[in-house]
């Protein structure tokens, strides 16, 4: 059964530092990884789909990798604003299930 | 393109009725997907959909709860007799295919509260 883990479950960081948030998934046998950005209240906005080919993905001052052999995924932030404060959702698609696994997010504070 | 359309935003039923929740999914997009979020909780899966048809509906609890996806009109995620353990956030996706060339776009969800 596909298990994703996201650490830390947690993060504060003073404005303009770079960060990397953590995601790790049980089972290598994926089609694609996405990262979601979810603010308090409100719904998913997808920020990076990275399919099971493919080693990275970048948008902005948003970079993702995939190391699909080893289980991991990371998310880097560069140059992070206290906009960039939310909780980020990484989630896969595939292995023994037809839809998305979540993990339970890292909330980010960015303090100004 | 109005996105993925959840309504209502937020809904409030009172033990023991019926709570109806509304997808529209993206134009050119007929697969929908029924995701709730406990409060801190991650999104657990519950059901997937095509037009007419229910796909997986491993995620979803036997009783009181079902899902519809008609042939025209929006799909509809129904919760019978709601209990206080109802109360969450559902959300609902849509994909122009299943196939994994394409992510998932999201709702901004459905916050029940049973009261």
């Known amino acids: 059964k596909q298990e994703v883990t996201q650490i830390p479950a947690a993060l504060s960081v003073p404005e303009g530092e770079n960060l990397v948030l953590n995601c790790s998934f049980t089972?290598?046998?994926?089609?694609?990884l996405q990262w979601f950005r979810q603010d308090p209240g409100k719904g998913l906005t997808s920020l990076l789909l990275?399919?099971?080919?493919?080693r990275e993905q970048t948008s902005g001052r948003l970079n993702a990798s995939l190391d699909k052999s080893s289980g991991r995924s990371t998310l880097y932030i560069a140059a992070s604003q206290p906009g960039d404060s939310a909780t980020y959702l990484c989630a896969v698609w595939g292995g023994s299930q037809g839809n998305l696994i979540f993990g339970k997010g890292t909330k980010l504070s960015v303090k100004p | 393109n109005a996105g993925v359309m959840q309504n209502p935003r937020h809904l409030v039923r009172r033990r023991g009725q019926e709570a109806r929740l509304r997808c529209s999914p993206m134009?050119?997009?007929?697969?929908v997907y029924w995701y709730r979020q406990l409060p801190e909780e991650g999104l657990k899966f519950m059901v997937y959909l095509q037009k007419e048809n229910i796909i997986d509906e491993s995620g979803m609890p036997k009783e009181r709860f079902s899902a519809e996806f008609p042939k025209e009109g929006p799909s509809i995620l129904r919760i019978q007799q709601v209990v206080r353990g109802d109360s969450a956030a559902y959300f609902c996706a849509s994909s122009p295919s299943a196939t994994h060339n394409y992510g998932y776009t999201f709702g901004s969800g459905t916050r029940l509260t049973v009261v």
């Open positions: 134009k050119g997009h007929s697969h």
């Open positions: 990275i399919q099971s080919s493919q």
């Open positions: 089972d290598s046998a994926i089609y694609n």
